[in-house]
């Protein structure tokens, strides 16, 4: 093959290959600007709406073991909490802090209507996260919200990390 004609295969093959990786969609946790950002097959949602910066690529609506690699099912409570706590490894087992229509959480009862889930980039450690995120570990899971959706047979005492953004 003359040496034009085996540089222009090889070029056609490079663009190939970039368009091919171009489709394949962001990770969890990715920034993002619409939706299409996340995924060309329309599985995975751009959330803008809660301040990120730069977007979070996400699955909405999720259950455990339920999202990618790499990420956790996590849950978002709205709304004020009341000053009940709760244990999440006894709730409903050995105990029942939480009224019927609430759920225990690291941060305490919290209503079941306001709950929404997440799949979230696992971490474990702050530089697994981008810039402005924070890897959340159970401590600041307390602090500043988030609890990743248990297994079926129930709550552990170490939650899964997974980034979030940075509270100051």
Known sequence: MPPPVRTIISLIALSVVVVVGAGCGSQIGDSCDRNIDCSPD????????????GGYCTVIGCDYGSCPDDAVCVRFYSGAFPDRACDTVTEDI?????????????RGCAPRRSEVRYCMQACSGGGDCRDDYECRNR???IAHGGDPVPPPEGATSSPP???ALAVP
Request: net charge negative; with cysteine.
């Open 139 to 141: 401590e600041l899971m």
């Open 94 to 106: 050995s105990s029942d802090d939480c009224a019927p229509d609430e759920v225990c959480t690291l």
């Open 42 to 53: 329309g599985d995975r949602f751009c959330e803008r709406s809660s301040g990120s910066p």
């Open 161 to 163: 990390r997974f980034c």
